[in-house]
């Protein structure tokens, strides 16, 4: 895109324009600004990069913990405005715990790329972090499903696995080494007959390369090329100073121990179900921090509620109170009459300070679910929390049937998943531990082209023959090339180790790992259709309970207002009527408290038959990119 400018702007307009071109990206506010992503960023390309790239650091972006614009778009004169839908979307964009699992797929990426070279594998990444809970679950109960993080007993996600029993992988990378060495030696003589000299001096240069490469079916070749020229003080020498060199290919293969593919390339295959095993522990995060926020947001619906109601009963008890006030000064009642009903009143007062702590303190575990800095934002710190939904029971619940969801549970479980992915990996560990208790038995097999050409001395001259060796360089590479010096050799190595008890050790021992994890394997699935189950019960009874409470927060308002009016006549007592406050108040309480406890028991549902990302239309791809393309629902309110 090209900017065309006039060519009549003043050179000052000029240099103004491109400084705040240049530094605009300093002054957006965070939300605004480019967001770092989670990637691996490579070496700066040079000239050289060819060569080089294997040799050069890759980097890693620093850590974002800026908010995104969601944040701010959902607040307003200083209220956020929240619906369930929001708080999904802004955990999925700003919430630390999956921020970590983020790094997840790049970390065992990057241990996969290690194995593909040979290297051992690592144990990398974190855990499934339990999200939080709320201030006060009083009355509310949350079953023990979900697994990590649901509140309860549940299964557990693991890690991959990663183990190095067996034979050494060999490094698949291949390798190029030089060497030169340089050496000047003194060796006094006893004998010159040999030599000519009482002192024999030498002077050497000596260069080596060489390139080694391994591969999967246990196979190691070598290539060494080597020359070193020598010159002496000798006249007893044909060639002086004369070069010797060689080019050596030595091949050595395993056939029994190490053998094969399936023993050599067993990290990497397990590394890549590694993999799948990061996805799932990713897709684990998820749906426990989304379920954990869930909860927190209903629970402070329900706090809400909760405070309304305590104002109500704060409100009628000071009625009752100006009431009883004003018939003492009349004359037509007891002055302890008064005394009870500002008893009642500050019984109510003290109840609704408790509610409206508990929902300051909810809105400050949301927030710091919510936002990457949590409540150390000044902006952020003094927000009220609007929630802009409402608690609503449907008419009828789930209608499959137990076993149906027992069915959809044990499909979609990540827990299972993950237990099988890790099974099949021991599984293909145990080809290498068997290997082990193999003897070493190699092949082997050499081939060297050597090669010698100087300058002739007097006494080559006189001989016959020496010719032949006399010339440069290229007349040793010319005897290399033309194999006129050849050696062979082969020959095969065989090493038993005798009774071999600690490689019978290792394989009996994978195994009986291998039958413990397929016996914990049946354990979680028994444990999924308990918590099923459990789930679907404690649903049942969460609607069982709101229905009570409704029905009873309705017969203690009639019971209230028929006291009322029969005290307002005379024909009841004060006593009476505060205690209808108080059961009135305990009554809308515990029908706060049963929504609440439906909204957990739904929640909980959800987590035991692995639905919850379904459910509430979360995306994984959004979940891993960090953004959500939905637009922010509590705006609009």
Known sequence: MKVQIPSRVPMQKLIVLALVCGLSHLTLPPAVQAQSAI?????PETRWSRFTRPYQPRTVPPVNLGNTARLDALLRAGNLYLSAPDVIALVL????????????????REVLRRAEGGGLLRSVGAPVAQGPTSVSLAGVSVNNTGGAGAG???VSSGGGIVTQLGPQIPSLDPSISGFMNFQHSTSPQSNTVLTGTTAFVATTRSYQAQYTQNWATGLNATMTYSSTRTRVNSNF????PYTSGSLDLSLTQNLLNGFGAAVNT??????????????LQFKQQVTTTVAAALNLYWDLVSFNEEVKARQSAVDTAGQLLKNNQAQVRIGTLAEIEVTRAQSQLYTARQDLLIAQTNLLQQETILKNVLSRAGVGTSELASVHIVPVDQITIPDRDDPRTVDQLLTEGLANRVEVQQAKINIESNKTNLQGVRSSLKPSLQAFAEFSNNGLTGDATALGIAQSGVGYLAGGYSNLLGQIVRRNYPNYSAGISLNIPLRNRAAQSDYVTSQLEIRQNELTLQKQINQIRVEVQNALVGLQQARARHDAAVQARALSLQTFEGDRRKYELGASTAYQVVQDQRDLAAAQSAEVQSLANYTHARIALDQAIGATLEINHVSLEEASAGKVNAAPKGARQ
């Not at 990497?268 to 996805?279: A, E, F, G, S, Y």
């Open 152 to 154: 309860g007993s549940g």
């Open 266 to 279: 067993r990290n990497i295959r397990v590394q890549k179900n590694n993999l799948k095993v990061t996805d």
């Open 39 to 43: 990637r691996i960023d490579p070496a």
């Open 93 to 108: 964009e700003n919430n630390i715990d999956i921020e970590v699992q983020r790094y997840g797929p790049l970390l065992a």
């Open 237 to 240: 020498f044909s060639l002086n």
